[in-house]
């Protein structure tokens, strides 16, 4: 939201409960919070009422598969029946691959049914996000990381702010982006090049343990960890040179590390 606010948009954000603490830190500033349920469409239908352009993001870890893809589509159909301009919808990379993985599998299906309305869009398939590391923040400050990956297994990830400056640019200059389909990214690293990018910016050594897949699979679940062979066996294909030349800031894992205050971890404790 700072991106397209900075950038002089007027922004609405939907949430079932504005009162939340985080809803009430979004209004004022140019943001205006409005209550509605994705599941209701007419809930969608105000929410939508003299809007430009919508910047959709769907998750199964909620209510699940189905109704993600059901949501999804309710809130594109939503917005065909409000004459919204551009649809900016942020998918999963490699979500066109038929990767089998189910929760990259919604997410083509939602783009699929965006495609059939006649809307001008632009889907931004997201790789890895940056941000999932600081889940594993702890670990890594004490020395080392553990995946089911290889060693060598290289990862492609991106910054959450990135997707922010790319949906911006793309309702900014909405005849470059008119139905454009990308893979965004802005690092590709292997894990043991990861653990040297983490004990470069903590200052200490962390090394990486490829944790045996039962092992993963006992502790993610057995979708998490589909993903994860997906990554072993196949992994995300986005262009980051092009997507740099595109979007000269687009950030690497090191420079994103600083930025998030790694470099002080350590000193504070």
């Known amino acids: 939201m700072r991106h397209l606010r900075d950038r002089g948009f007027s922004v609405r954000a939907l949430t079932r409960d504005p009162s939340k603490p985080a809803a009430r830190q979004l ?3 140019g943001t ?16 939508l009422d003299g809007v430009h352009g919508v910047f959709a ?23 065909k029946r409000a004459s919204i301009n ?5 998918s999963v990379g490699s979500a066109d691959r038929s990767t089998g993985v189910p929760h990259f599998d919604s997410k ?7 495609r059939g309305t006649g809307l001008t869009y632009t889907i931004l398939r997201t790789v890895f996000f940056m941000e999932n590391w600081e889940q594993m923040r702890p670990q ?34 909405p005849g470059k982006w008119k139905n454009r389909e990308v893979d965004l990214a802005g690092d590709e690293l292997s894990m043991s090049k990861t653990a040297e990018t983490f004990g470069r910016v903590l200052g ?29 066996d196949k992994g995300y294909s986005a262009d980051i040179g092009s997507l740099r030349s ?9 420079p994103w590390l600083r930025s998030h205050a790694w470099d002080r971890a350590l000193a504070a404790h």
């Open 204 to 232: 200490r050594e962390v090394r990486y343990r490829q944790v045996p897949w039962d092992e993963f699979e006992k502790q993610s679940g057995r979708e998490i960890t589909t993903m994860y062979r997906w990554f072993e």
């Open 57 to 79: 993001v769907s998750t199964p870890y909620e209510g699940g598969i189905e109704a993600e893809i059901r949501e999804g589509k309710q809130l594109v159909d939503a917005a």
């Open 140 to 173: 890594i400050e004490q020395g080392s990381f553990e995946l089911p990956l290889g060693p060598e297994t290289r990862l492609q990830m991106i910054a959450v702010s990135d997707i922010a400056a790319f949906a911006t640019m793309a309702f900014e200059h």
């Open 108 to 114: 083509y299906e939602i783009e699929t049914h965006l």
């Open 32 to 47: 205006e919070v409005v209550r509605g349920d994705m599941e209701d469409f007419d809930s969608l239908r105000r929410a």
């Open 27 to 29: 209004a004022g500033h």
């Open 86 to 90: 551009h649809f900016v919808y942020t």
């Open 246 to 254: 595109e979007y000269s800031r687009l950030m690497a894992l090191e």
